[in-house]
Nanobody
Framework: VQLQASGGGLVQAGGSLRLSCAGS????????VGWFRQALGKEREVVAF????????SYADSVKGRFTISRDNGKNTVYLQMNSLKPEDAAVYYC???????????????WGQGTLVTVSS
């Protein structure tokens, strides 16, 4: 499956962005999809992930209550709505697809190219 992430940009602290991850190729609805981020000099970390059906979601503690992951399998797209953004949310955000319900990036086989989120204070 091929993934294309988009929607990043520059936003002020407290603002919002919505990231999109468009899938193509293999049946997108068969995959768990996760959003990960990597800030400069830091390890890649999970932000949120969603089950193939969309019924299950999981979030990193740092984004709970502020970010929402969702998917529209009819459009082969997973979204990450990010509200109340903080400077520490700034990173390159990646979407990834895999077949395991797991938060660690090693379990995801397919990756998008990343989209940069910058948050000014």
């Amino acid at each position: 499956v091929q993934l294309q992430a988009s929607g990043g940009g520059l936003v002020q602290a407290g603002g919002s962005l919505r990231l999109s991850c468009a899938g193509s190729g293999r049946t997108f609805s068969n995959y768990v999809v996760g959003w990960f981020r990597q800030a400069l000099g830091k390890e890649r970390e999970v932000v949120a992930f969603i089950s193939d059906s969309g019924r299950l979601t999981s979030y990193a503690d740092s984004v709970k209550g502020r970010f929402t992951i969702s998917r529209d399998n009819g459009k082969n797209t997973v979204y990450l709505q990010m509200n109340s953004l903080k400077p520490e949310d700034a990173a390159v955000y990646y979407c990834a697809a895999g077949t395991n319900w797991n938060s660690h990036y090693r379990y995801y086989d397919y990756w998008g190219q990343g989209t940069l989120v910058t948050v000014s204070s």
